[in-house]
């Protein structure tokens, strides 16, 4: 106990500066978000709530920028709103034929803190970054060589990535050209490099160590979802479906997404029920590798209705008003439009993959679709059943609960 006229100096761990790589957001800019892009902006608005620093890596046409936590919150608040600002000369330059990306490098070179040539940035790193700064990385984007050297330059630095999934090594054959051997050497690179790896699921995990029998230490998290957006049926675009039963598959149009075996199935539908079958909405972009796909859709077959660019409350209008969301994929990372579906309160009939297992639990329907006859009945029943109210709120079942950002950062703040 201290005596009379001592004082005691009470010491409190600084917390641990962050620096996430915005690379991807900025890349995606003007464009509708994907899964991966969410997740990269969910840990944004994460770390600039949570009492630590807070950097921003951005890897641009003429070099990197840095954001201090202002920059950051900027960049935030300026997504939010879509707003994205006027090129410079030099933008418009490196980035002809995307205005959109030009322009936000050009308001995050404003922002910027300090900023470097591709072989300046471990210099500029160690100049601004506190010592033992943990470099976290969520969007495939930015794992180079030089990247990996330049962090490396702050003493004490961590690196933690988030892989996403492993389906580039797992299906070569249904990948765009010259992406598997990319990310064949991202993922061996991320083995070599990380502190920590990131895996959104148990069967991510187990497939990173399949691919690689010493990895880093692998943190699970199973991705958050966002409360649904509320949405009225004036949201929804309206066509042949609307008034009547339809279902919906979301995603892009690529071959690990099985819209092929789709179309077979509602053409044994319209076969056997005509006019009283029900309708397919396949929403999502043209993806690659899927010709006969396309060929077939641009034959518009009966029933059958491609919708690409919709904003997210049509999206969300069209699934909360559907019969069921048909997820036959053949691999996931994690599966989100099954889990924002239940989150919607819609059924959900997909294969039965290890992940979807492990996320959704019981509450979705499964059936393998190597067999369509389970498919064909199950969307037969589904169209004639008169479907549960949906609020938006509950799950297929109060058993559902679908995971959110508070609990995947819970257990793994600490740790970044």
Not at 192 to 221: F, G, K, M, W, Y
């Amino acid at each position: 106990m201290p005596g009379p006229g001592s004082s005691t100096a009470i010491t409190r761990a600084e917390p641990r500066a962050r620096c996430l790589d915005l690379t991807r957001l900025v890349s995606r800019a003007g464009r509708q978000m994907t899964g991966v892009d969410r997740v990269e902006r969910a840990y944004l608005a994460h770390l600039i709530a949570a009492q630590a620093p807070l950097f921003g890596l951005v890897r641009t046409a003429l070099g990197y920028l840095l954001l201090d936590e202002a920059g950051c919150a900027a960049f935030a608040a300026r997504l939010d709103r879509g707003e994205i600002g006027r090129p410079t000369l030099f933008s418009r330059l490196a980035r002809r034929g995307d205005p959109a990306r030009a322009g936000t490098e050009s308001d995050l070179r404003r922002d910027a803190v300090a900023r470097a040539r591709p072989r300046g940035l471990g210099r500029m790193l160690a100049r601004h970054l506190p010592p033992g700064t943990s470099y976290v990385n969520v969007g495939h984007t930015n794992l180079t060589p030089s990247t990996f050297r330049g962090l490396r330059a702050v003493p004490g630095l961590s690196i933690a990535v988030m892989i996403h999934d492993t389906i580039p090594l797992d299906l070569p054959e249904m990948q765009r050209a010259g992406s598997v051997a990319r990310f064949h050497a991202l993922f061996d690179r991320v083995m070599a490099e990380a502190d920590l790896v990131i895996a959104n699921s148990q069967a991510t995990a187990a497939d990173i160590a399949r691919h690689c029998p010493a990895p880093p230490e692998i943190a699970v998290a199973h991705l958050g979802v966002a409360p649904p957006a509320a949405t009225t049926p004036a949201d929804a675009p309206r066509g042949h479906w609307t008034d009547a039963p339809y279902f919906v598959a979301l995603g892009t149009i690529e071959p690990r997404k099985n819209h092929a075996f789709l179309l077979d199935l509602w053409a044994r539908l319209v076969a056997e029920l005509g006019a009283e079958a029900p309708h397919l909405l396949i929403l999502g972009a043209r993806g690659w590798n899927n010709a006969d796909v396309f060929a077939r859709l641009d034959a518009r077959p009966p029933h059958v209705h491609e919708l690409a660019g919709l904003d997210d409350a049509a999206v969300t209008a069209l699934l909360r008003g559907s019969r069921g969301l048909l997820f036959p994929s053949l691999a996931e990372g994690f599966g989100l439009p099954p889990v924002e579906a239940l989150q919607l309160g819609v059924p959900v009939l997909c294969n039965p993959l290890p992940v979807l297992r492990e996320v959704l639990g019981d509450q979705a329907i499964y059936a393998d679709s190597r067999d369509g006859y389970p498919w064909e009945q199950t969307v037969i029943r589904l169209a004639r059943e008169t479907p549960a109210p949906r609020d938006g709120n509950m799950g297929q079942s109060a058993a559902f609960e679908p995971p959110d950002w508070q609990c995947h950062f819970k257990g793994l703040l600490s740790r970044i």
